[in-house]
Structure formats: structure tokens, C-alpha cells
């Protein structure tokens, strides 16, 4: 673990904000606590949302679970429907779905996997990519990327539309659909549904292929950026099917060390409490989870593409095994650790995903007529799924009547918290240290934290809208001395009045 | 033979049977009025005033008027329509309406009225009323959140499962349902899944247990056309044999 996690003595120290962080999901801040000859001595990240989701759902029937939490994001809600049916599965005693209910779901799972994934490469971080750190702030995001490279832009948008479309088929809805209930499904497809969206899933793989090509380029023209810049060693957890295959809707838990060791592997998820532990740290309302056997201090560990692609032997479709060996390559028989290699890792996922959806729109059980199950009713229900951000992990208890009595939701970005905090921490000790802090240094942080896609919620997606404010406050008294401001359009200007050189002294 | 009596509603002639009231002759003719409380099978109630229509200038209640020879009667007129959406507002606001979630979404009379009179926000404040579901029984719960006080339940169970098992509580803005037992459980009444009681009620109040969203989205009673073509306007009309239970 970092040491900037805390400083000695803060009180002494200038105290920069980057808040909101943009490009990300929802709502965090950075804040950087630098002496005056510019060190950093402290780096966080903060996660300043609440959202209640817990606590509210007590009382409620179990039934409607899967429809209410998916409320959590307008982004990936397909993998809250999906953990929490999962969960419900076990409520209702349904210990194995139809063919039709389980082929159905992960339809739905892999069209929100590929819009999920596009929405973040295309629309988020592709600026990152193609631009420069020091590029104007104005013309770095996606309208930037409209604008430069239009075709690039515009399969991001039809890949994305295509992923919502696999969603609406099977969900009723592109967000906050109903497909999963109790004990399976409430729709199959129908032959002209599934020709519908078979009509251009080939595109799509084209396109997953080509996004490789770019993310791979990148990488070639300055490889020691990607090696370096924010990476970190760590543990890596995530499903993966009982022969070792990636698999992003069901399997048992794995977990690797940072030389790619097995820790546990094929655990059932419904045990997550044993292996899983959650940390209170007084400045984050986010807690930090960490593999008990290890150590809150050694044990925190990664989730998502980049953690998925470590942990899995395989990949069950053929484009996308053959990206994920020329990927794990990189390692030399360990895991890629370089955490911009979570953007390559995304997208050998999206190829994935495409593959998955093929196979399964080609699969006669997508039409079947038997969607549900039930079986002896149970009180308490651990749903798990690779959701596009990572592991996710929904847990219920009910009473006698039915109704929600505690629940504990484990969300991907969770997970992810300490090695968020790590990342930053060795960017700002890295690129930050001892300089004047200008816009674009700060926005190095951003692009650290954007690696990982956190999921805060899905507030500060728009164009262009990347505001930020870096205070200089004064030793003792906490008065602000001066304050560096950038507007939603991209515009810096110092808030008091002095010239922008003043940037220099915070 | 007699000349067929009519009044006209919004300008078109409707025919009515003494005895009838403009709701029933309407709905007869198959010309939808907005409704909530009013059910064709049974007497009218004249509570939740969604039905509210104009009667030779003066606003009436469709469900409780008697049809008269010669009546001229406005209802899709924007000031009604304007008093129609304050009433739905208001019945939005009083309870905890979360249409998002609701597994009766798309088949729920309140939400599809609401549609119906061009409702687009609650626009007044929430009250958030705390009432906690009642799952005591084996095949339904009751979510009182959602109760608008109808009392179409109150009114089934009585008249037709001949248990009592619904009644209303309260006055004024105390008023609420409750079950007719020492407990107030539902658990503890012989309200059974098939009662009349559990197929009437225009919200999602009263559910059958263990079972939701089964209907995909696309589907529901409403998803593809208005309340004005598909709700109990299209049921076979009283005069043509359906049941009414007075």
C-alpha cells in the first residue's frame, strides 16, 4: 500500500481538489495535499455519493428486487437486474434455469457487456487515446472525437446502439428493462426478433476487431507510457467457469496473486463472506474490500476486464482467445499489471461479447417455451456476476412473508477502490511530484482513475463538461489564497482575480 | 315501439336505457370517461370524481348521474381534462406511487388514466406516507402504498365473497384501508387469491404473492393502446349480458 494514503501532517499542507472527476461515472473528487516545493504527501480518491439502495428495499417483496435495484445506474442495470435474479433464483429454489431462461439472460448480459464497454472506450476514454494530455480541454472528449476521426466515432455510437438493442429484445427496454424473474425469464426470442439483430452482428465484429488494431497501435507508438503510467501490482479477483473460461454471467470465484499464483479458484460465490472482507476508512464513504486470508494491508485486489483477462485460462470464442494470447503476451507467464492495459483488456472483452452473442442467437433454445422454475422456497439468496466494471455481488435475506429483511450489495467499483487510490497515488508520485500543477497534469490523474471505468453513477457524461477547481489554501488557517478554476466548456481562469500564472503556486 | 332515448356527449348522440347513468350509457356506446372508482360491475361510487363531465354546464359525476332525454353532457373538454389531471396528481402525491418499479406497470388503471389525461408530473408536493406491505398471506400481499381508496375491494368482499374482509378507516385525509380483523393482518382474514376482492383493485394495492413482471414489457394491458380502447370500455356492455353486482 501506498504511503500517500495519509500524511504525517496535513495541516501544513495545500490541499488540491479534482472535483467532480470527469469522464466517469457519477460523482468523485481527487484531492492532492502538496508541500510547498510542490511534493505530493498525500493522494485519495473520494467517492462522495450515497445512494440508500440497502436500506430502502427492506419491506419490500423479494420479487420486486431485480426491477428496483437495476435503478442503481442508467449504465450497466442489466448487471443489477442479473445479480439480484440470480440471487432471487435461490429464494424461489430454483437451482437450475431452463435452457431458454439461462441462454436469455446472458443474451441480455452480453448486449449490456458490448454497449457498456463501447459507452466507455468511444465516449469516455478515446480521448485519452487520440489526444494529447496537453491537448485543449475543450476539444478533448468525444465531440473532439466527432470531429477528428468521424468514423471512429460512429461505430462507437452503432456498437452501442446495438448492445442496447440485444437488451431491449430480451428485457422489454434498452434501460431498466423486466426480462428476469423469479426462477428464469418472462420472454423468449422470436425468429424475427433473433434475425433482426443477426443482421448486424457481423459489422460488429468487425468493428471489435478493428477497435483492437487501434487500442494495440496506441500501445506500439509508446509503449513505455502504457507500462508505467499508473500501473500497479496487485491480486486480481473474478469468475470464471469451472474448466477455467472466462465467463461473465456465472461461475465460481477466482483469485490470483501478483505473480499470477492461484489463491482460491472455483469457489462457490454463495461463500464470498469467507474469503471477502470490507474495510471502513473514515475519509471515503466507499469501503475497501480485500481477500481476508491476506490482510487488509496486502489484500486488496482488482476486478474488471483487466483482472478477468489475468484470471481466465481461456476465452470460449475464437476472435477473442486469439486477442487474449497476443494480450497476455505482454506478461511473460505473469499478469499484465499496466493498468491503461484495462482499456485493451475492455475491448478484447467487447470482441467477446459480439462472439458470445452470435453463438447464442444461433442457438434453437432461445426460442424454447419453457422459461421458469421454482423449487422449495429459501430465506436467504448471494447472487454474483461479472459485471462490465467487475466482480458484482448482490446478497438477500427475507423474512417468513417474503420481504426483504438485509441486504448487502458489493458493487464493482468497490472493489476496485484501493487500486483506484493506488493508481492516483503513483501517478501524483510519479508525473505530479514537485511540479507547478497545470490542467493537464491534473487531468493525468483523471486518466488513471478513467482506466478503470468506475461506475459512481452516470451523471457527468456529457460533452465537454469537465470541470474542475484546484484551491491553494493557506498553512493553519485553511483560507483560500487562490483558485484555479476550469468551466464545463473547457475554459480555465483563476477565480481570484490573479493572472493565470498563479496556477504556478498552488 | 318507442323513439330510442339519447343525450349528447361531446356532441354525439348517445342512446340510454331508463335506469342507466351517463357512465354506463357511455360505456354501453363504447365512448370512454375516465374512471377509477367506477367499475361496470358494480354500483357506482361516485368517490374518486375522475369521472367528472359537464351537464347542461353544470360538472357532475359521470357515475352517479342518471341519463336524461335531451342532456347535453361535455367531457373531453381542457376544463375538465385540467380538473382531471389535479385529481390524479393528487392521488399520486397522498401515496408512494413508484411507477418505475411497480410490478403493475403497464396494466395499472391509475397509471394509464394518468396517461390518458395527459399527466406529466405529480406537480405537487409528496406527503411519503410510511405503510408498510402486509405479506401475511399465503397468496397476496397488499401494498398499501398504492391504495387510492376506491374501495372497489371493500365493495367486493362484501357484496360478492360475502367475507368483509376490506374496510375504510379514518375521515378526511386520515382515511385509509385497512383489514377488518383484530390484527389488521391480512394473513389472518379468509381472504383467498380468487375472491372478486383480488381482481378489482385499479392499482397495484392488492397482489397475488411470489409472482411479478411475468407479462413482458410490450405486452400489458396498456402498453399498446389508451385505456379509451382497451379498458372495461371494451368489455361486453350491461345491456348485452355482462354481470353487475349491485
Same mark, same amino acid.
Given at each position: @500500500?501506498?504511503?500517500?494514503?495519509?500524511?504525517?501532517?496535513?495541516?501544513?499542507?495545500?490541499?488540491?481538489?479534482?472535483?467532480?472527476?470527469?469522464?466517469?461515472?457519477?460523482?468523485?473528487?481527487?484531492?492532492?495535499?502538496?508541500?510547498?516545493?510542490?511534493?505530493?504527501?498525500?493522494?485519495?480518491?473520494?467517492?462522495?455519493?450515497?445512494?440508500?439502495?440497502?436500506?430502502?428495499?427492506?419491506?419490500?417483496?423479494?420479487?420486486?428486487?431485480?426491477?428496483?435495484?437495476?435503478?442503481?445506474?442508467?449504465?450497466?442495470?442489466?448487471?443489477?437486474?442479473?445479480?439480484?435474479?440470480?440471487?432471487?433464483?435461490?429464494?424461489?429454489?430454483?437451482?437450475?434455469?431452463?435452457?431458454?431462461?439461462?441462454?436469455?439472460?446472458?443474451?441480455?448480459?452480453?448486449?449490456? /457487456?458490448?454497449?457498456?464497454?463501447?459507452?466507455?472506450?468511444?465516449?469516455?476514454?478515446?480521448?485519452?487515446?487520440?489526444?494529447?494530455?496537453?491537448?485543449?480541454?475543450?476539444?478533448?472528449?468525444?465531440?473532439?472525437?466527432?470531429?477528428?476521426?468521424?468514423?471512429?466515432?460512429?461505430?462507437?455510437?452503432?456498437?452501442?446502439?446495438?448492445?442496447?438493442?440485444?437488451?431491449?429484445?430480451?428485457?422489454?427496454?434498452?434501460?431498466?428493462?423486466?426480462?428476469?424473474?423469479?426462477?428464469?425469464?418472462?420472454?423468449?426470442?422470436?425468429?424475427?426478433?433473433?434475425?433482426?439483430?443477426?443482421?448486424?452482428?457481423?459489422? @460488429?465484429?468487425? %468493428?471489435?476487431?478493428?477497435?483492437?488494431?487501434?487500442?494495440?497501435?496506441?500501445?506500439?507508438?509508446?509503449?513505455?507510457?502504457?507500462?508505467?503510467?499508473?500501473?500497479?501490482?496487485?491480486?486480481?479477483?473474478?469468475?470464471?467457469?469451472?474448466?477455467?473460461?472466462?465467463?461473465?454471467?456465472?461461475?465460481?470465484?477466482?483469485?490470483?496473486?501478483?505473480?499470477?499464483?492461484?489463491?482460491?479458484?472455483?469457489?462457490?460465490?454463495?461463500?464470498?463472506?469467507?474469503?471477502?472482507?470490507?474495510?471502513?476508512?473514515?475519509?471515503?464513504?466507499?469501503?475497501?474490500?480485500?481477500?481476508?486470508?491476506?490482510?487488509?494491508?496486502?489484500? %486488496?485486489?482488482?476486478?474488471?476486464?483487466?483482472?478477468?483477462?489475468?484470471?481466465?485460462?481461456?476465452?470460449?470464442?475464437?476472435?477473442?482467445?486469439?486477442?487474449?494470447?497476443?494480450?497476455?503476451?505482454?506478461?511473460?507467464?505473469?499478469?499484465?499489471?499496466?493498468?491503461?492495459?484495462?482499456h485493451w483488456a475492455r475491448m478484447i472483452e467487447l470482441l467477446h461479447?459480439?462472439?458470445?452473442?452470435?453463438?447464442?442467437?444461433?442457438?434453437?433454445?432461445?426460442?424454447?417455451?419453457?422459461?421458469?422454475?421454482?423449487?422449495?422456497?429459501?430465506?436467504?439468496?448471494?447472487?454474483?456476476?461479472?459485471?462490465?466494471?467487475?466482480?458484482?455481488?448482490?446478497?438477500?435475506?427475507?423474512?417468513?412473508?417474503?420481504?426483504?429483511?438485509?441486504?448487502?450489495?458489493?458493487?464493482? /467499483?468497490?472493489?476496485?477502490?484501493?487500486?483506484?487510490?493506488?493508481?492516483?497515488?503513483?501517478?501524483?508520485?510519479?508525473?505530479?511530484?514537485?511540479?507547478?500543477?497545470?490542467?493537464?497534469?491534473?487531468?493525468?490523474?483523471?486518466?488513471?482513475?478513467?482506466?478503470?471505468?468506475?461506475?459512481?453513477?452516470?451523471?457527468?457524461?456529457?460533452?465537454?463538461?469537465?470541470?474542475?477547481?484546484?484551491?491553494?489554501?493557506?498553512?493553519?488557517?485553511?483560507?483560500?489564497?487562490?483558485?484555479?478554476?476550469?468551466?464545463?466548456?473547457?475554459?480555465?481562469?483563476?477565480?481570484?482575480?490573479?493572472?493565470?500564472?498563479?496556477? *504556478?503556486?498552488? | 315501439?318507442?323513439?330510442?332515448?339519447?343525450?349528447?356527449?361531446?356532441?354525439?348522440?348517445?342512446?340510454?336505457?331508463?335506469?342507466?347513468?351517463?357512465?354506463?350509457?357511455?360505456?354501453?356506446?363504447?365512448?370512454?370517461?375516465?374512471?377509477?372508482?367506477?367499475?361496470?360491475?358494480?354500483?357506482?361510487?361516485? *368517490?374518486?370524481?375522475?369521472?367528472?363531465?359537464?351537464?347542461?354546464?353544470?360538472?357532475?359525476?359521470?357515475?352517479?348521474?342518471?341519463?336524461?332525454?335531451?342532456?347535453?353532457?361535455?367531457?373531453?373538454?381542457?376544463?375538465?381534462?385540467?380538473?382531471?389531471?389535479?385529481?390524479?396528481?393528487?392521488?399520486?402525491?397522498?401515496?408512494?406511487?413508484?411507477?418505475?418499479?411497480?410490478?403493475?406497470?403497464?396494466?395499472?388503471?391509475?397509471?394509464?388514466?394518468?396517461?390518458?389525461?395527459? @399527466?406529466?408530473?405529480?406537480?405537487?408536493?409528496?406527503?411519503?406516507?410510511?405503510?408498510?406491505?402486509?405479506? *401475511?398471506?399465503?397468496?397476496?400481499?397488499?401494498?398499501?402504498?398504492?391504495?387510492?381508496?376506491?374501495?372497489?375491494?371493500?365493495?367486493? *368482499?362484501?357484496?360478492?365473497?360475502?367475507?368483509?374482509?376490506?374496510?375504510?378507516?379514518?375521515?378526511?385525509?386520515?382515511?385509509?384501508?385497512?383489514?377488518?380483523?383484530?390484527?389488521?393482518?391480512?394473513?389472518?382474514?379468509?381472504?383467498?387469491?380468487?375472491?372478486?376482492?383480488a381482481q378489482v383493485c385499479p392499482t397495484g394495492t392488492i397482489l397475488?404473492?411470489?409472482?411479478?413482471?411475468?407479462?413482458?414489457?410490450?405486452?400489458?394491458?396498456?402498453?399498446?393502446?389508451?385505456?379509451?380502447?382497451?379498458?372495461?370500455?371494451?368489455?361486453?356492455?350491461?345491456?348485452?349480458?355482462?354481470?353487475?353486482?349491485?
Open positions: @500500500m501506498s504511503h500517500l494514503e495519509t500524511a504525517a501532517r496535513p495541516d501544513y499542507l495545500c490541499r488540491i481538489a479534482i472535483d467532480p472527476l470527469s469522464r466517469v461515472e457519477g460523482h468523485g473528487k481527487v484531492t492532492l495535499l502538496t508541500d510547498k516545493d510542490h511534493r505530493i504527501r498525500q493522494a485519495r480518491l473520494h467517492i462522495v455519493e450515497f445512494r440508500g439502495f440497502e436500506k430502502f428495499i427492506q419491506g419490500r417483496p423479494y420479487w420486486e428486487v431485480p426491477v428496483v435495484v437495476e435503478r442503481l445506474c442508467g449504465i450497466c442495470p442489466v448487471s443489477h437486474h442479473l445479480a439480484a435474479a440470480k440471487a432471487v433464483d435461490q429464494l424461489v429454489g430454483a437451482r437450475e434455469l431452463t435452457p431458454t431462461a439461462e441462454k436469455i439472460r446472458r443474451l441480455m448480459h452480453y448486449g449490456q /457487456t458490448l454497449q457498456s464497454h463501447a459507452v466507455h472506450f468511444f465516449h469516455l476514454a478515446s480521448p485519452d487515446f487520440l489526444f494529447d494530455f496537453d491537448d485543449p480541454a475543450a476539444h478533448r472528449n468525444v465531440g473532439g472525437v466527432m470531429t477528428d476521426y468521424p468514423d471512429i466515432a460512429r461505430q462507437g455510437v452503432r456498437l452501442r446502439k446495438y448492445g442496447q438493442e440485444v437488451i431491449r429484445v430480451t428485457a422489454g427496454k434498452r434501460i431498466h428493462g423486466t426480462g428476469a424473474i423469479p426462477g428464469g425469464v418472462n420472454k423468449a426470442l422470436t425468429l424475427q426478433e433473433r434475425n433482426y439483430l443477426l443482421a448486424d452482428l457481423d459489422l @460488429m465484429i468487425q %468493428w471489435g476487431r478493428g477497435i483492437l488494431k487501434l487500442v494495440k497501435q496506441a500501445y506500439q507508438l509508446n509503449p513505455g507510457y502504457f507500462t508505467y503510467f499508473a500501473t500497479i501490482r496487485s491480486n486480481y479477483l473474478s469468475l470464471a467457469r469451472a474448466d477455467g473460461a472466462l465467463d461473465l454471467y456465472h461461475g465460481g470465484l477466482r483469485a490470483r496473486n501478483e505473480r499470477g499464483e492461484i489463491l482460491f479458484d472455483k469457489l462457490d460465490y454463495r461463500r464470498y463472506s469467507q474469503v471477502i472482507r470490507e474495510q471502513v476508512k473514515p475519509w471515503s464513504y466507499m469501503k475497501f474490500p480485500f481477500i481476508h486470508s491476506l490482510g487488509s494491508e496486502q489484500g %486488496w485486489y482488482r476486478v474488471g476486464p483487466l483482472a478477468r483477462i489475468n484470471n481466465c485460462d481461456f476465452i470460449p470464442t475464437p476472435l477473442a482467445e486469439e486477442e487474449r494470447r497476443e494480450f497476455m503476451a505482454l506478461g511473460d507467464g505473469q499478469p499484465v499489471h499496466m493498468t491503461l492495459a484495462y461479447a459480439t462472439e458470445a452473442i452470435k453463438e447464442l442467437l444461433l442457438d434453437p433454445d432461445i426460442f424454447g417455451e419453457e422459461r421458469v422454475v421454482r423449487g422449495e422456497m429459501a430465506r436467504e439468496g448471494i447472487g454474483v456476476i461479472e459485471a462490465p466494471r467487475g466482480t458484482l455481488f448482490h446478497h438477500y435475506r427475507i423474512n417468513e412473508d417474503g420481504l426483504i429483511e438485509k441486504a448487502n450489495l458489493i458493487v464493482s /467499483t468497490t472493489n476496485n477502490n484501493q487500486a483506484m487510490n493506488e493508481s492516483i497515488r503513483q501517478v501524483a508520485e510519479r508525473y505530479l511530484d514537485g511540479k507547478e500543477l497545470t490542467e493537464p497534469l491534473l487531468n493525468q490523474i483523471e486518466v488513471a482513475v478513467r482506466a478503470y471505468d468506475p461506475c459512481l453513477s452516470c451523471a457527468t457524461h456529457a460533452l465537454g463538461r469537465m470541470p474542475l477547481i484546484v484551491e491553494l489554501v493557506e498553512e493553519g488557517s485553511g483560507a483560500v489564497v487562490n483558485s484555479l478554476a476550469r468551466d464545463v466548456d473547457g475554459t480555465v481562469r483563476n477565480e481570484m482575480g490573479l493572472p493565470p500564472e498563479g496556477a *504556478s503556486s498552488v | 315501439m318507442s323513439a330510442e332515448q339519447c343525450f349528447t356527449l361531446d356532441g354525439r348522440r348517445v342512446p340510454f336505457q331508463d335506469g342507466q347513468t351517463l357512465m354506463a350509457a357511455a360505456l354501453d356506446a363504447g365512448v370512454y370517461i375516465p374512471h377509477l372508482c367506477f367499475n361496470p360491475e358494480f354500483a357506482p361510487h361516485g *368517490s374518486c370524481r375522475v369521472c367528472l363531465v359537464q351537464v347542461n354546464g353544470r360538472v357532475q359525476a359521470a357515475c352517479t348521474t342518471p341519463a336524461a332525454a335531451g342532456l347535453t353532457v361535455q367531457s373531453e373538454i381542457e376544463e375538465l381534462r385540467e380538473m382531471r389531471r389535479g385529481i390524479l396528481q393528487m392521488l399520486f402525491v397522498e401515496g408512494n406511487h413508484v411507477c418505475p418499479a411497480c410490478e403493475k406497470s403497464g396494466a395499472c388503471q391509475l397509471q394509464a388514466v394518468a396517461y390518458y389525461v395527459g @399527466m406529466q408530473t405529480p406537480h405537487y408536493k409528496h406527503f411519503y406516507p410510511r405503510r408498510p406491505v402486509d405479506a *401475511s398471506h399465503p397468496e397476496a400481499v397488499i401494498d398499501f402504498n398504492r391504495c387510492i381508496l376506491c374501495e372497489l375491494c371493500v365493495r367486493a *368482499s362484501r357484496d360478492v365473497d360475502g367475507k368483509n374482509v376490506f374496510a375504510v378507516q379514518g375521515r378526511g385525509i386520515q382515511a385509509r384501508l385497512v383489514v377488518n380483523t383484530p390484527s389488521g393482518q391480512l394473513g389472518a382474514t379468509p381472504f383467498s387469491i380468487h375472491d372478486k376482492a397475488t404473492k411470489h409472482r411479478g413482471y411475468e407479462t413482458p414489457i410490450g405486452q400489458r394491458l396498456y402498453d399498446r393502446k389508451p385505456i379509451s380502447v382497451v379498458g372495461d370500455v371494451a368489455q361486453l356492455p350491461e345491456s348485452r349480458g355482462g354481470r353487475r353486482h349491485d
